[in-house]
């Protein structure tokens, strides 16, 4: 059974940093797509990047683009979130999926999300 686990979450003031963390359980993910989203109240879900697992540069919503990075740790089966340069724009409950190659875009596991509040 998959499991995705994000944690990291919390509090912080405009400008700082929070470094999100998706922690990946089930199967092996050599043929997968990671991918970050997040939903702010009253709004849609919003794609924030994503990161082919077995390689490859991370790709970017236009809005967080320079300040948010995407890295994995195979050794850990995990998928991380740097964010910089916060705003609080970017608060948000952000989730993290995995996509199989054949059923991408559309992502097939989703973790329960973890909650990103940026403070003015």
């Known amino acids: 059974q998959v499991q995705l686990v994000e944690s990291g979450g919390g509090l912080v003031q405009a400008g700082g940093s929070l470094r999100l963390s998706c922690a990946a359980s089930?199967?092996?993910?050599?043929?997968?797509?990671m991918g970050w989203f997040r939903q702010a109240p009253g709004k849609e879900r919003e794609f924030v990047g994503r990161?082919?697992?077995?390689?490859?540069?991370?790709y970017y919503a236009d809005s967080v683009a320079g300040r948010f990075t995407i890295s994995r740790d195979k050794s850990k089966n995990t998928v991380y979130l740097q964010m910089n340069s916060l705003k609080p724009e970017d608060t948000a409950v952000y989730y993290c999926?995995?996509?199989?190659?054949?059923?991408?875009?559309?992502?097939?596991?989703w973790g329960q999300g973890t909650q990103v509040t940026v403070s003015s």
């Open positions: 990161i082919i697992w077995s390689g490859g540069s991370p």
């Open positions: 089930g199967r092996t993910f050599g043929g997968y797509i």
């Open positions: 999926a995995a996509a199989s190659y054949g059923s991408y875009p559309t992502y097939d596991f």
